[in-house]
């Protein structure tokens, strides 16, 4: 059974930092694309970065660009968000997906892809 497991968020003030983690189980995760998505109260989902099976590239959304750097270790099983300069607006639930589409204009996923439950970060200002 896939599961997909996000942890690190919390609360950060305006400027802060926080990293985000991924580990999942009973997917083949190396081969697999790997995404970040988020959705704030009242929005839409919103892919925001994500990263190739080989990790040799990554993109990202503008809004995110340059403050957020995703990573991944296919030999743990891991993927990372490195969040700096947060600010208010990046409050959300951010959700690992397994298995997405990787495009550096669109991060598309179907019904193959996998979601973790959502770890939540709240900043503030």
């Known amino acids: 059974q896939a599961q997909v497991m996000e942890s690190g968020g919390g609360l950060v003030q305006a400027g802060g930092s926080l990293r985000l983690s991924c580990t999942t189980s009973?997917?083949?995760?190396?081969?697999?694309?790997m995404a970040w998505f988020r959705q704030a109260p009242g929005t839409e989902r919103e892919g925001i970065a994500c990263?190739?099976?080989?990790?040799?590239?990554?993109f990202y959304v503008d809004s995110v660009k340059g403050r957020f750097a995703m990573s991944r270790d296919n030999y743990q099983n891991t993927l990372s968000l490195q969040m700096n300069n947060l600010q208010p607006e990046d409050t959300a639930m951010y959700y690992c997906?397994?298995?997405?589409?990787?495009?550096?204009?669109?991060?598309?996923?179907?019904?193959?892809?996998?979601w973790g439950q959502g770890t939540q970060v709240t900043v503030s200002s």
């Open positions: 997906v397994a298995n997405v589409e990787c495009y550096p204009q669109r991060i598309g996923v179907n019904q193959y892809s996998h």
């Open positions: 009973g997917v083949p995760f190396a081969a697999y694309n």
């Open positions: 990263i190739y099976a080989s990790g040799v590239r990554s």
